[in-house]
């Protein structure tokens, strides 16, 4: 597949310090875009997230699948899923993320978020399961939504606004030292697919 490619400098640094974060833009044409957005609604096994927040059981009306080489383990929020497999089309994005990134993930975590209204709090990925300071790859398809990064000490903060078919990663000390979200709005009506290639090491 012939990609598309803005004239992005993916090699820059867009944080200041204690962690980095690569921006490549778009690296699909729209119509491309457009193609994996629908198969991916299609064909992933979605399921309402999970966590246990405060001692209560919550279930989310964000959607989430879970895909890796192995039946691995994956516990966050203090509910464990276990991967599926990957899907032909999930390792096909894979080979394309790899090769971008100079990076190899054995995993992938995605999101669905179905309108502006669903969001993600402040987090960190730091969980044991995942490679310290690896890299976790962030692949975005349907509606264009903000990305916000921030340090933990400095809280010096950085926006991005991603759109279907660009591609963000994180590596080295950022989840050490930084935190970041998906802020709610009230002017998004159309999903979001959020893709993030990770690194486990079991």
Do not use: C
Not at 91 to 109: A, D, F, P, R, W
Not at 123 to 135: A, C, I, Q, W
Not at 167 to 172: G, P, R, S, V
Request: charged residues 25%.
């Amino acid at each position: 597949m012939e990609l598309f490619q803005e004239q992005v400098d993916s090699t820059k640094n867009w944080l200041p310090y204690d962690g980095t974060v690569h921006y490549w833009g778009k690296i699909f044409s729209q119509k491309q875009s457009d193609a994996y957005y629908k198969s991916l609604m299609e064909q992933i096994a979605w399921k309402n997230d999970e966590a246990i927040i405060f001692g209560k059981h919550i279930i989310t009306k964000r959607k989430v699948a879970w895909y890796a080489d192995k039946p691995y383990e994956y516990t966050y929020s203090k509910i464990s899923r276990t991967a599926l497999l990957w899907t032909p089309l999930l390792l096909e994005l894979k080979e394309i993320v790899q090769e971008k990134t100079q990076q190899e993930y054995n995993s992938v975590l995605l999101n669905l978020y179905h309108t502006g209204a669903e969001g993600m709090a402040w987090h960190s990925d730091d969980e044991r399961d995942l490679k310290t300071n690896g890299s976790i790859a962030s692949l975005n398809f349907g509606a264009k939504r903000k990305f916000a990064i921030k340090h933990k000490q400095t809280k010096h903060k950085q926006i991005f606004e991603l759109e279907s078919g660009d591609l963000l990663e994180m590596k080295d000390q950022t989840q050490s030292h930084w935190i970041h979200n998906i802020p709610t709005t009230k002017k998004i009506h159309t999903p979001r697919v959020n893709l993030t290639f990770r690194q486990m090491i079991k």
